[in-house]
């Protein structure tokens, strides 16, 4: 399975920006996904998740209200929209996946848990 994720630029803080993660070699239905993010300087962190059906969706709190996690698993896809986008929001963002195994809905933050990244898109939020 390959991931590979795109849709990082340079925006003016308030504005919006939707990363996409497409899936290659595998039926992503057939995982369950996140995105992560590593700011310069500082640990990758958890973004965001969907499990893999879509029905469910998890947030860090600094991004509740603010991103939106959703997958469309017909063309293999998953989707990261982002809106008042802060400079804080500056980091290399990851796609990530998982099988549908183990505890997932206890470790669904937790990077290490993830089979397959893709290589990270940038996004740069100038305030």
């Known amino acids: 399975v390959q991931l590979q994720a795109s849709g990082g630029g340079l925006v003016q803080a308030g504005g919006s920006l939707t990363l996409s993660c497409a899936y290659s070699?595998?039926?992503?239905?057939?995982?369950?996904e996140a995105w992560f993010r590593q700011a310069p300087g500082k640990e990758r962190e958890f973004v965001a998740a969907i499990n893999w059906s879509g029905t469910g969706t998890y947030y860090a709190d600094s991004v509740k209200g603010r991103f939106t996690i959703s997958r469309a698993n017909a063309i293999n896809t998953v989707y990261l929209r982002i809106h008042s986008l802060k400079p804080e929001d500056t980091a290399l963002y990851y796609c990530?996946?998982?099988?549908?195994?183990?505890?997932?809905?206890?470790?669904?933050?937790?990077?290490?848990?993830?089979?397959?990244w893709g290589q990270g898109t940038l996004v740069t939020v100038s305030s």
């Open positions: 070699g595998g039926t992503n239905s057939e995982y369950n």
């Open positions: 990530a996946a998982r099988r549908r195994t183990g505890d997932y809905y206890n470790t669904f933050e937790l990077a290490r848990e993830y089979d397959y």
